[in-house]
């Protein structure tokens, strides 16, 4: 899932400097398409001020990526049902159309939801459902992301961070500035306090380069062999407890809020917040539980 999160989001960010999609929320204030100042008034909101380009939704390609993987693995569960006897065949039939229903279900809610706040155009949304999908079906027939090592996922990071600058650094020197809608916003946002740092193009990539880094780090360390892979890591409190301890801990990073006055510091701390994360569920977690776990054992014993 984070592979496909990132990954999705990386196309998400070249295809909306290739796109250069418009808001509707600047739009309606720069259009010439409304003849004698007609333009209609948009209502904006505290989330609506995005100041990347709108095309294709980033909202929509993340959720629908993420969503698509979830619902795929689970029916994957499902499909030795078919070649059973006909309720196994009518279960298998319910549960597809249940799970597939749910995840349209969210998708269009999204959809809704980004259009009714002015930040994206009906089609940016669409485009936004079917390329994020799109992503994840090329996922499911990359097997190898299972078994990648800690220099893959160095090398991935760093390809995808030198392909995004160097991207947007040619295009500078042809005078083609990516980062133009930054100023559209600001110019157009109702409230200044709603622009926000975490928004920009260069933030979402620094994210993603983080959180793909902390879940190389955190699978190729020695903590998640001896407690993932370890005899703990099937069984079924094992894995509850570190769900539980999980989000319980992930709820903290929320307390965590990164000064934004400087915009290199504000990068290079997202990046760290965004590689502890994983690390802390992937690596941390499950080895402060299969301590834990080991230690009430003996006790017992
Ligand atoms: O394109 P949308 O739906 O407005 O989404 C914007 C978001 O898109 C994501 O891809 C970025 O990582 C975020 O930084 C950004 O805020």
């Given at each position: 899932m984070i592979w496909v999160a990132v990954i999705g989001d990386w196309f998400n960010l070249i295809f909306k400097w290739i796109l250069f999609g418009h808001r509707p929320y600047w739009w309606v204030q720069e259009t010439m398409f409304y003849p004698n100042?007609?333009?209609?008034?948009?209502?904006?909101?505290?989330?609506?001020?995005?100041?990347?380009?709108?095309?294709?939704?980033?909202?929509?390609?993340?959720?629908?990526?993420?969503?698509?993987?979830?619902?795929?693995?689970?029916?994957?569960?499902?499909?030795?049902?078919?070649?059973?006897?006909?309720?196994?065949?009518?279960?298998?039939?319910?549960?597809?159309?249940?799970?597939?229903?749910?995840?349209?279900?969210?998708?269009?809610?999204?959809?809704?939801?980004?259009?009714?706040?002015?930040?994206?155009?009906?089609?940016?949304?669409?485009?936004?459902?079917?390329?994020g999908m799109l992503v994840a079906e090329a996922f499911e027939h990359t097997p190898a992301i299972q078994t990648a090592s800690l220099r893959m996922y160095i090398k991935i990071n760093l390809f995808l961070f030198i392909f995004a600058l160097g991207f947007y650094l040619v295009l500078k020197l042809l005078d083609i500035d990516l980062l133009w809608s930054v100023p559209k916003a600001k110019k157009w946002c109702a409230n200044p306090d709603w622009i926000n740092i975490d928004t920009t193009?260069?933030?979402?990539?620094?994210?993603?380069?983080?959180?793909?880094?902390?879940?190389?780090?955190?699978?190729?360390?020695?903590m998640f062999i001896t407690s993932c892979k370890g005899k703990n890591g099937c069984k079924i409190s094992f894995r509850i407890l570190c769900i539980a301890a999980s989000l319980a801990t992930l709820q903290l990073y929320n307390f965590v809020k990164i000064p934004a006055h400087t915009e290199y510091l504000f990068y290079i701390l997202s990046f760290c917040k965004s590689a502890a994360m994983p690390v802390t569920v992937v690596a941390l977690v499950p080895y402060c539980v299969h301590l834990f776990m080991r230690t009430t054992e003996k006790k017992l014993n």
């Open positions: 100042q007609s333009s209609p008034c948009l209502e904006q909101f505290p989330i609506t001020c995005e100041t990347g380009p709108g095309s294709p939704s980033g909202h929509a390609m993340g959720s629908s990526c993420v969503w698509y993987v979830m619902v795929t693995a689970a029916l994957s569960y499902t499909v030795g049902w078919k070649d059973k006897d006909k309720s196994a065949v009518t279960l298998h039939r319910l549960t597809w159309s249940f799970l597939w229903s749910i995840f349209w279900i969210i998708q269009i809610s999204v959809c809704i939801s980004r259009v009714f706040i002015a930040t994206h155009f009906p089609h940016q949304v669409i485009l936004g459902v079917f390329a193009p260069f933030a979402g990539l620094v994210r993603n380069l983080g959180a793909l880094f902390g879940l190389g780090l955190g699978i190729n360390s020695e």
